[in-house]
């Protein structure tokens, strides 16, 4: 009976210890099952695409030419702008110096569309001021052409809301890593995955403490949570997570665990989006690449992993910088910095710069862009992850547009007692009709109505330029020495009322001269030269110079400006005349290239001639003469040696003041007015044109230097407005299209000729009648 006891009792454990061990491989396969789910949920995140990067957004690619136009004043504003530091001792790419006649500089390496470029040390000469050579610092070599790396100037937001940017491991600094190692997790190059000490040590900590103190994650687990797990906090998650972790270091390299660490670490809040790694915040906090920060801005950077919100420097700068250097200290006591460095590198401010000073969402200038890779992407618009996307915006232009409209706009309301007015401005290339810079409002970084693209007003004299060139493309019938009647004229309308433009002066001088009608913008001598042309060629004249043909209407009060248009179609038809008479169509992109390099979108010059220069040379020439002695005379008196050209716009009740600047690159549009269409009260010369004034204290103009077109010769004329061909006296100098000069000589002979013919007819018809008189007298 015991024996049988025995006997069962021994079948039981056996069947337990078969049981347990059944059960254990089970659990082991079930275990090995789900680590094999785990191992590819990894590998088809790691492998593939980690991240849905953002789209990065550049300004314009500088590119500098000897004998260019670039003044040293200028560069070192674009360098500057570019994000480049003026330093003594030049020691890494990022930095230039400046001497007398030369600036020195370390380019930094870039990924330019056509190819990649890496850094390169180059000494820029100045002769006169202006850049005159371009040499390689190291071997004396000259270049024709020098690229800077351009500025990025915004995110195009992820499906996911993170900012980020990707840099490879060798990309950051070596201290950066250190540092991160040392306050973070020590033992990082001998543990796989998981410390069990450092768990113990936190879980200790927190069971003294009664709440959660101290964590115990390495980084690789911090990694596995952010790429794959939530925040969740349960044993589940905590168990996934250390699995995980211990497959990733088993899978990939120290430095590829590493490198998708620092672009994957939470670092702090732009609006909505996060921002993802250090080289993203490296720009957003520093306005710098990381590889360039200082290593007391790194450590800052590294401080903030712990909490990006408590460490913010804007929200919590004295927190901010304890915490910083805490961990100076704590480099100094593990000997990875002296203790030289670190009383240098702790006395330091934070040095952040202001927010949001550094990558600006350009709102305006963005919707023009999205505009055109969409015309241009068409699909391919919805997934731009990674993409590079070059643009025309120059950081100069716009960041002077944005201090002239904050600045000016201010005064205005203030000094005109009115808080609605609006403003719009932009500025294209004169010859490519690249756009330069672009504000749609009064607040430049208001994502809203952009009234630089949608805003259609009325343009008032802006209108007349545009009469002027009509006549002047027939040089038969028109030169600028052509009188033209301003004498007082009725036009009947269609609804049978008369229509009676006067000058603003409410006088009438009975003639005048066609260049002078047009520097002081005469009303009269334009309408009545418009009709004489007839409203038809007028229409034509603005069709090729690039208004949309829906807003042009064969009625008279277009001559003066009854035509609506947006500051950027306006812009299109000054960038024509300002052209020598070639349209290129405006535009904001140049190139967009995909995450693995190639070409999605290249920009091509498209201008085409649809003005003849000749007529388009005297147009500016008239609208020079705006600046030097008519409505914006007190430009020209400012800018004596820039030789602006200009033009002011005035509509009915002072509702619109615009103004076109005209300089030796750039065509500049300004309009002033307020959205309810109610009076400003201004005028084009005290409204639009002084915001004109201030960009221009911020972007120093380029002489406007016209060169003669083929069949343009500079004659003297008398105060009849006649041909002087010999040394008689001369009231002035004026350009005339013609191809031989002679033959105006012998015109203006021929009508001298005719003259005395006429007037020796005269005098012998007056002595006959005179005789008859007497006779019949007699």
Known sequence: MTGTRIMLNMKKKNRWIQLTIHGFFIILIIIT??????????????????????????????????????????????????????????????????????????????????????????????????????????????????RLDPRLITLLQSPNGEQRLFVERTGFPDLLVKALITTEDRHFYQHYGIHFTSI??????????????????????????????????????????????????????????????????????????????????????????????????QILLVGMVKGASLYNPWRNPELTLERRNLLLRLLEHRDIIDQEVYELLSSRPLGVHPKGGVITPQPAFMQMVRHEIQANLGNNIYDLSGVKIFTTLDPVS?????????????????????????????????????????????????????????????????????????????????GLNTWISDQPLALKQENGKLWKPKNDSGYFSDRVMLIDALTHSLNVPTVTLGMKLGLSSIIDTWDRLGAPISQLKPI????????????????????????????????????????????????????????????????????????????AMTLGIKYPNAQLAGKTGTTNNLVDSWFVGIDGKAVTITWIGRDNNQPTYLYGENGAMQLYQRYLEYQEPIPLKLNLPNHIKLMNINFSGTWICNNNKTWRVLPIWTEKETSLCQKNQEVKKTKTITNHKMVHWFKNIWKKMINISK
Request: glycine fraction near 6%; aromatic fraction near 10%; include cysteine.
């Open 33 to 146: 099952i789900y680590g094999c789910w785990l191992d590819r949920k990894i590998r088809n995140r790691i492998d593939g695409k980690v991240w849905q990067l953002p789209a990065t957004v550049y300004g314009r690619i500088a590119t500098l030419h000897p004998h260019a136009l670039y003044s040293k004043k200028e560069i070192i504003t674009l360098l500057e702008n570019t994000q480049y530091r003026q330093v003594t001792n030049i020691m890494s790419a990022g930095e230039f110096t400046v001497k007398d006649k030369s600036i020195e500089m370390i380019r930094r390496p870039f990924n330019f569309p056509d190819k990649k470029e890496m850094k390169i040390h180059v000494l820029l000469n100045f002769k006169n001021n202006y850049l005159n050579e371009i040499k390689n610092f190291e071997n004396g070599r000259v270049f024709g052409f020098f």
């Open 200 to 297: 113990g040590r936190a879980l200790l900590i927190n069971l003294m403490a009664g709440h959660a103190v101290q964590g115990g994650s390495t980084l690789t687990q911090q990694l596995v949570k952010n790429l794959f797990l939530t925040n969740q906090r349960s044993l589940w998650r905590k168990i996934n997570e250390a699995y995980m972790a211990i497959i990733l270091e088993a899978r990939y390299k120290k430095d590829r665990i590493l490198e998708l660490y620092l672009n994957e670490v939470y670092l702090g809040q732009a609006g909505s989006d996060q921002l993802r790694g250090f080289p993203i915040a490296s720009l957003y906090y520093f306005g710098r690449p990381v590889n360039e920060l200082s290593l007391d801005q």
């Open 398 to 478: 716009q960041n002077a547009v944005e201090k002239s409209v904050e600045k000016e706009i201010a005064f205005l309301r203030k000094r005109q007692g009115l808080q609605d007015l609006e403003t719009a401005m932009i500025v294209v290339d004169r010859f490519s009709g690249e756009i330069r810079a672009m504000v749609g409002g009064s607040d430049p970084q208001f994502a809203g109505y952009n009234r630089a693209l949608q805003a259609r007003r009325s343009i008032g004299s802006l209108a007349k330029p545009a009469v002027y060139l009509t006549a002047l493309c027939q040089p038969d019938l028109y």
């Open 556 to 631: 008279p009060s277009i001559l003066l400006g009854a035509l609506n248009l947006t500051p950027f179609e306006v812009a299109q038809t000054f960038q024509t005349i300002a052209s020598g008479g070639n349209r290129a169509p405006l535009s904001s992109l140049r190139s967009v290239i995909s995450a693995d390099g190639n070409i999605l979108y290249q920009s091509f010059p498209q201008s085409k001639q649809t003005i003849p220069s000749q007529a388009s040379y005297l147009t500016l020439y008239a609208i020079q003469q705006v600046v030097e002695r008519g409505t």
